[in-house]
């Protein structure tokens, strides 16, 4: 039986999101340690998305 397409979609972003979340989160100083433009271009090339997908996949506009 194959799944429906939206829940194989969320399956592929779910890795990309819980990365985003997990990096985003480190703090050095009570500061976020890595920027955010620098945290989508680390995902894009780890993922093989770009960038612009990336932060429509952070965001929840795909």
């Known amino acids: 039986m194959r799944m429906a397409k939206k829940e194989t979609t969320e399956e592929k972003y779910r890795p990309v999101r819980i990365e985003y979340t997990k990096t ?3 703090t050095e100083l009570g500061v976020q ?4 433009n620098y945290i989508i271009r680390a995902l894009a090339r780890k993922f093989f998305y770009s960038p612009t997908t990336i932060e429509k996949i952070i965001y929840s506009r795909v």
């Open 24 to 26: 985003s989160n480190i």
């Open 33 to 36: 340690k890595y920027s955010d």
